[in-house]
């Protein structure tokens, strides 16, 4: 890919002791497993507004919807000095070229999901913290997900996915582009998207096949976030297997009878939670070159990110 893959991320999880207390979340897959293919932009918003390491502990109170930033034991109001903070800071990192977002969980500034809001003393799983709620506003099409669910395998795989999606679609807008040029890039994401939304390529398709009556640009923005709402929603198992099932009716007369039974059997064991994703995939990418499929040898869905990620080999 021609630009660098930058990433936002919270600056404790890159191992800064930022953190109230004077500490850090470093956390090791972030920064060596994912560090060797994004270029992180970390960013801390309670020492960004300007308060201090160590500080006071602070918690959202009030209403979820629009809750209110206050210390824990003196209770004063820090709401207005971190909404003026993400104000500068979304465009700041607008600059930035961002592909995504990994924020700290339970954080007040920072936590993406759940994060407790406090009223009248109760503490509720309801809210967003004030920063992550800033940039899922400014950037609403953007990849973002809490350090902790990254863990989940699914969760994770779907995240980066998504990135890697992103970044191909910067990178197909840096040139001067065509209809023709978008025809080509929905035709190798084809099986991509149909893994995680069918649906959702229909819609794209029509799209595209009425593109010449619409502006460029404005033509663009449409594809760019049904593109990037189809990659939101997850590449099930039943999904996967009908496109493994799609790839085989490709060169599926090619193939032996034994060769066939094989990767019937393989599909199936994916299918039934026996085997991993990889190995279906590895097996068809091998016909795909044997039978020098040029169709499928151009689908980004054989390979839509590093296999040193590893993100299809856990059932």
Known sequence: MSNPIAVGVSACLMGEPVRYDGGHKHDHYITDTLGRFFHFVPVCPEVGCGLPVPREAMRL???PAAPRLVTNRTGVDFSDLMREYCQRTVKDLAK??????IFKKNSP??????VKVYNGGVPAK?????FADAIVRHFPLLPV???GRLYDMNLRENFIERVFAFREWKDFLLGDRGMGDLVEFHSRHKLQVMAHSPEIYREMGRLVAEGKQMAL????DSYQELLMRAFSLHATVKKNSNVLSHIMGYFKRQLTTEEKA????VISGYHDGFIPLIVPVTLLKHYVRKFGQEYLQKQTYLLPHPMELMLRNHV
Request: aromatic share 10%.
């Open 96 to 101: 930035q070229d961002l592909c995504g977002f």
């Open 109 to 114: 500034s920072s936590g993406l999901f759940r």
């Open 126 to 130: 309801t809210g967003r913290g004030l």
């Open 217 to 220: 640009a404005e033509l663009f």
């Open 145 to 147: 997900e809490e350090e």
């Open 61 to 63: 109170e009030g209403d």
């Open 262 to 265: 094989e990767l019937l059997e």
